[in-house]
């Protein structure tokens, strides 16, 4: 799978942070993203696609009949989800993929899912893009993000901690999904934001 550096360079982060993940994000969850992962995948139907699948914490969350697959660039990441879909029993197609180039005919999905992804994909513009392309007309796109927030003081500390986060997590802080959605033409359903607008959830359709 070709890459740019700047993917290169996140996947080696998250290769790195793989065996940690799941005990950091246990927390942050609790704390921030309450009920976010329940959110977004209760909504999905039909032939789903979830990008940057991690390590699979989104499975438990599916309904049943859904045909999911679920894609991610980093191989230790992947492993993971994959022990934890068999621990499931869980029938679903996990691979090695680019949220930015995916390898998928258009109109191939009813859903797309994102959860706390496109803060660390180098680019979070073309990644939609892609969504777009890759759903069906109508197809819906569901995501759960932690994104810049409205309020002043909130956004100058996330601005000022950005350049560490981004040098050290390949986690960007002040990016927000709505900045790109209508300009690629997705039409915009719902927004929910908490937690002093820091978390954002999007559901979003593909006219």
């Known amino acids: 799978m070709e890459s740019n550096p700047e993917t290169e360079r996140a996947r080696r982060i998250w290769n790195r942070n793989a065996p940690q993940y799941d005990a950091g994000m246990s927390f942050l969850e609790r704390w921030l993203f309450s009920g976010g992962r329940e959110w977004v995948c209760g909504q999905a139907e039909g032939r789903v696609l979830e990008l940057a699948v991690g390590t699979g914490r989104n499975l438990p969350f ?108 390949a986690d960007h802080l002040v990016r927000d999904p709505l900045d790109h959605l209508p300009a690629l033409g997705f039409a915009v359903d719902r927004i929910e934001r908490s937690r002093l607008g820091i978390v954002e959830r999007v559901a979003a359709h593909r006219p």
């Open 62 to 169: 599916y309904p049943g009949g859904v045909r999911l697959t679920g894609i991610d660039f980093s191989p230790v990441m992947l492993a993971i989800a994959r022990r934890r879909a068999a621990d499931l029993g869980l029938d679903v197609d996990l691979r090695m993929g680019d949220a930015q180039a995916l390898d998928f005919e258009d109109a191939s999905f009813d859903t797309v899912v994102v959860t706390l992804a496109l803060c660390s994909i180098p680019d979070d513009r073309q990644t939609l893009s892609e969504v777009k392309r890759v759903l069906e007309p109508g197809g819906r796109l569901l995501l759960l993000e932690h994104v810049r927030s409205p309020h002043l003081p909130v956004r100058a500390l996330e601005r000022a901690l950005d350049p560490l986060a981004v040098r050290l997590q």
